[in-house]
């Protein structure tokens, strides 16, 4: 085989790579997600990092190998502050960066990536938060995980959590300026979880409810400061409520 054949078969190699990263990223997302308080990091999770950073810098995916050479120093790390949800959500992400350049190679972005090397470096790091935080409560995961993007990408720190029982308890130990919370969670409606935070002395009065709901709720609920339809415009509404609540500039 000449050389020119040679490099046709190495892209075409390249190219089968590009598509399966997807799923590799999510694994590493996962693993990340469910990294209990307390614990170090698994081994399992710093060899698929380790062996996502040797594979990308083999098919000449050098965004990816920088990358997860931050992912693997940062979970190998003390956390300081010790906030928990902080740091996963320090280190998703970048997950989510590597996602965009992923998709972006894969429509025939530029595979040097000069644009994600500057937001790699823009990064919030472990230990620096938005002054806006907001608990969002979402029992689907890629709904949940679709909240924290959209935040993120506005500056907004965000924790999630499932349910609505678990929630109250973060809101009691934590300070919250806004809650998220879709209509029906892991247990408790949304609804019900609005006016039993309203209800409990050591939650801020000031705490501003956001409801998502698809269901049509004629009456104004006093417990809720913001009913957001789900519908296609959710994101631009949820926007839209963050700043009318005084949460976004």
């Given amino acids: ?23 590799t990223l999510a694994k590493i997302e996962t693993q990340i997600l469910a990294w209990p308080e307390g614990d170090g990091v698994s081994m399992e999770l710093l060899r698929d990092i380790h062996s996502l950073k040797g594979a990308a810098g ?21 956390f300081p502050g010790g906030d928990h949800q902080a740091y996963l959500d320090a280190l998703l992400r970048y997950v989510d960066l590597m996602r965009d350049y992923v998709v972006s190679v894969a429509t025939g972005g530029d595979r040097s990536g000069a644009e994600f090397a500057v ?3 823009e990064l919030l790091q472990p230990g620096v938060t938005s002054s806006v935080r907001v608990l969002i409560v979402e029992p689907a995961l890629s709904m949940s995980r679709a909240y924290w993007r959209l935040l993120d990408s506005h500056g907004v720190a965000a924790s999630t959590s499932s349910s609505g029982y678990e929630a109250l308890g973060l809101l009691v130990q934590d300070s919250y300026d806004a809650v998220l919370t879709s209509y029906e969670t892991a247990d408790i409606s949304g609804l019900s979880l609005a006016k039993a935070a ?15 709901t698809s269901n049509d709720l ?18 631009t509404s949820l926007i839209e409520a963050l700043k009318d609540e005084g949460l976004l500039g």
């Fill in 198 to 212: 309203r209800a409990i002395d050591e939650i801020s009065r000031e705490l501003k409810v956001i409801l998502v």
């Fill in 119 to 121: 937001r790699l470096e």
């Fill in 58 to 78: 083999t098919y000449g995916l050098g965004f990816v190998t920088e990358a997860c050479h931050r992912l693997e120093d940062f979970s190998s790390k003390d």
């Fill in 1 to 23: 085989m000449g050389s020119e054949g040679a490099e046709q078969l190495f892209d075409a190699l390249r190219v089968e790579y590009v598509a399966q990263l997807p799923e």
């Fill in 218 to 235: 004629e009456e104004r609920e006093p417990a809720v400061n913001r009913l957001v339809r789900k519908d296609r415009l959710l994101e």
